[in-house]
């Protein structure tokens, strides 16, 4: 989300006539965009900020901070970093413009209940893939999240506006499309009630398109009609990111998910029934307040049951505002350590197990990047979102290729190009 906002940032930036500049030093204006969803990342902002302020005091530059961090400690960052100009929160990207040009400091963190669209084209890094924002905020307050806070409540971005966005870019020559929002099950267009599967049917009906992925699911509102759109519309991937958090049922309850074990189990069934090649992953908080070994085993005991495709997990941090940051933060540090490692050591073997069942395969990938450490080496998805690295040459970026599978390592397949799909 916070790549997606850059490039829209990039692009009022490009509209403007500003013009990117290959290293930082060299630039006039630098705005940090910032994510609050962890305590590291927020850390990270105050000692970026330290490190800046040799470039900010040689000529006139112009310092800004942007994002969740900006909204939620705005007054802090004028304090402990004074040679910022100025901050602007995530509902108040629409003024940026205006403010960078004053010349004493600015902060916009105010909300807005209307949805302000950006009408400048975003400068995305790829002419493959794309983001395509369709919510903004989130009004889940799940106990140990920031977001609300930092975001706001739900916004729906209006559908035809969503829909001309994918229409261009598809005219642009983009394949791969990616449905954005914090919680896009509970999509409404204001004004016609359409929903996500309202987007999904539409969006694969644009020819150009190949690939159509949304982000991000809540277990609670992930339902049978989207299961079945998902399973009969050809362009939108088996693929699904379905944060699950925590496996004990006492936890979920604490972290105020709105579901238990025993229904994520179930909706996980229901998925793989209508789309048995689903490749699922899943986000995993250890260490939340009050989890004990047994609530903890519970979790491990999800991975086993459902042996997701690929997770990403975190260590519990209390973050401002939130329930969670109420409760006593009482799983010791190396516990919470030493839960991170065992989730990550479990799920690797898991991974690597269903890799090995891969070899052989031949599957469609859309390469998008390339090796920094041998040129030869390209690297992309696959449907199931998983990285496949090949050789190939500079030809292959941005296009979609058959790959032969001939290895594997716990979070990336290893392949031989065939050749180009047409
Ligand atoms: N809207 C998305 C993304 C939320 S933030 C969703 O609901 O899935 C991304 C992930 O960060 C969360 O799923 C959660 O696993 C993790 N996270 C959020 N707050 C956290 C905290 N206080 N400590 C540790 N991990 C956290
Ligand atoms: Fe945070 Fe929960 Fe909303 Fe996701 S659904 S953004 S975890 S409050």
């Known amino acids: 989300m916070n790549v997606n ?38 850390e990270k ?6 490190r800046l302020k040799p470039w900010k005091q040689k000529k006139k530059k112009t310092l800004g901070v942007i994002g969740c961090v900006a909204q939620l400690r705005r007054e802090e960052i004028f304090a402990k970093a004074p040679h910022v100009d100025f901050i602007v929160g995530p509902d108040n990207y629409h003024r940026l413009l205006e403010l960078i040009k004053f010349e004493a400091k600015q902060m916009a963190t105010n909300w807005h209940s209307d949805w302000y669209e950006i009408s400048a084209l975003p400068l995305r890094a790829s002419q493959s893939s794309a983001y395509v924002t369709i919510m903004e905020g989130c009004n889940n307050f799940c106990a140990y999240c ?19 966005e994918v229409k261009k870019l598809a005219d642009l020559g983009y394949q791969e499309i990616h449905f954005l929002g914090q919680n896009v099950n509970s999509y409404r267009d204001q004004a016609s009630g359409k929903d996500l599967v309202d987007i999904l ?26 299961a079945k759109a998902m399973a009969s ?16 049922n006492n936890i979920l309850s604490l972290m105020n998910r709105g579901y238990t074990r025993e229904e994520y189990l179930e909706k996980v069934a229901m998925i793989r029934e209508y789309i048995p090649s689903i490749s699922l992953s899943t986000d995993i908080i250890v260490g ?16 086993e049951k459902i042996k997701f495709d690929n997770i990403y997990s975190f260590r519990f941090s209390p973050r401002p505002r939130t329930a969670a940051a109420k409760l006593e933060d009482n799983v010791p540090p190396e516990t919470k350590r030493q839960r991170l490692l065992e989730v990550q050591a479990r799920q690797k073997e898991i991974q690597s197990a269903k890799h ?6 031949v599957m469609e990938v859309l390469c998008t990047g390339k090796s920094k450490k041998d040129e030869r080496i390209f690297s992309g998805r696959n449907e199931a979102y998983q990285v496949i690295n090949f050789a190939a040459n500079e030809e292959v970026m941005g296009k979609f290729v058959l790959v032969k599978i001939t290895d594997y390592g716990p979070y990336s397949l290893r392949g031989k190009m065939h050749s180009f799909v047409d």
């Open 5 to 42: 906002d850059s490039e829209h940032i990039g692009g009022l930036l490009q509209q403007e006539g500003l013009k990117p500049v290959s290293s930082w030093q060299e630039s006039d204006l630098i705005i940090i965009n910032t994510c609050a969803v962890r305590q590291k990342s927020e």
């Open 45 to 50: 902002l105050f000692s970026l900020l330290g």
């Open 146 to 164: 920031v977001v609300p806070f930092t975001r706001g409540r739900e916004k729906y971005r209006p559908f035809t506006y969503i829909l001309d």
């Open 201 to 226: 049917e539409k969006a694969n009906q644009i020819s150009g398109l190949r690939w159509i992925r949304f982000i991000t699911s809540h277990p609670r509102y992930f339902d049978q009609r989207l």
């Open 233 to 248: 519309l050809e362009k939108v991937c088996a693929q699904l990111h379905l944060p699950l958090q925590a496996g004990s």
């Open 288 to 303: 939340f307040p009050g989890e004990e070994e047994e609530d903890f085993q519970q979790t491990l005991e999800m991975l």
């Open 356 to 361: 090995k069942t891969q070899v052989g395969q």
